[in-house]
């Protein structure tokens, strides 16, 4: 999955083609700069800036069985520039930029539905 600006281009690994879905796929929240992953059933987005004068703290998730865009618990700290690894359950967010350098850690755990 390709995210720009509020739209969202899909990769179809077997036929090797992107598509640009409806509507209904596109992102809550403009955001650039941001940390993408896979965790717990979701495509997660975020951090990265926007529209406002300093980096975002939001974090959204592509639900891929209802195939929507849905708010996830925000970041402790806006920030942009940021890197990631994932273990397991958990996707943490390093560093980056928040009003300066970062130093913070966070790590968000997203749960299945079940």
């Known amino acids: 999955m390709l995210c720009r600006s509020v ?4 990769f179809i690994f077997l036929s090797g083609i992107w598509i640009k879905p409806g509507r209904s ?10 940390v993408s992953s896979y965790l717990g059933g979701y495509v997660v987005a975020a951090g990265g800036l926007g529209n406002q004068p300093s980096p975002l703290s939001s974090v ?12 996830l618990p925000s970041m402790p700290t806006g920030r942009c520039s940021c890197s ?3 273990s397991n359950n958990l996707l943490f967010i390093i560093g980056g930029v928040a009003h300066g350098p970062s130093s913070a850690v966070e790590a968000l ?4 539905d079940v």
């Open 84 to 86: 990631s690894l994932q």
């Open 25 to 34: 796929m596109r992102m809550r929240e403009k955001r650039a700069d941001f």
């Open 109 to 112: 755990c997203v749960l299945e």
């Open 7 to 10: 739209s969202c281009k899909v």
């Open 60 to 71: 959204e998730g592509f639900n891929l069985v209802k195939k929507r865009w849905e708010n």
